[in-house]
């Protein structure tokens, strides 16, 4: 099994930034793709950003330029970086891990427990 902890969401102000982080153990060979969605009250959960095990991100539009995804492969650990919060950004972010639990071995991927980020004044 695998099991995702989640930590840095709370209430900023319009204009703050947060950052978040998700660490990834258990049952781990390689992580692929590691990355952040979020979901807001009434609305499906989106991609917010990801980052590939080759260096290669991507970013939903309404997040480039305020948002950077990093992550530290040894702690098996994804950021979220987020610069110049909206109230829009307002919604529970959920970390998402694509792993091989061996060599040459099936992907499975995992969702965090989603942790709330508000943006309000």
């Known amino acids: 099994q695998v099991q995702l902890v989640e930590s840095g969401g709370g209430l900023v102000q319009p204009g703050g930034s947060l950052r978040l982080s998700c660490a990834a153990s258990?049952?781990?060979?390689?992580?692929?793709?590691m990355g952040w969605y979020r979901q807001a009250p009434g609305k499906e959960r989106e991609l917010v950003a990801l980052?590939?095990?080759?260096?290669?991100?991507n970013y939903a539009d309404s997040v480039k330029g305020r948002f950077t995804i990093s992550r530290d492969n040894a702690k098996n650990t994804v950021y979220l970086q987020m610069d110049s919060l909206k109230p829009e950004d307002t919604a529970v972010y959920y970390c998402y891990v694509n792993v091989q639990k061996q060599f040459r071995g099936p992907r499975y991927a995992y969702w965090g427990q989603g942790t709330q980020v508000t943006v309000s004044s």
């Open positions: 980052s590939t095990s080759g260096g290669g991100t």
């Open positions: 258990g049952s781990i060979f390689s992580i692929n793709t």
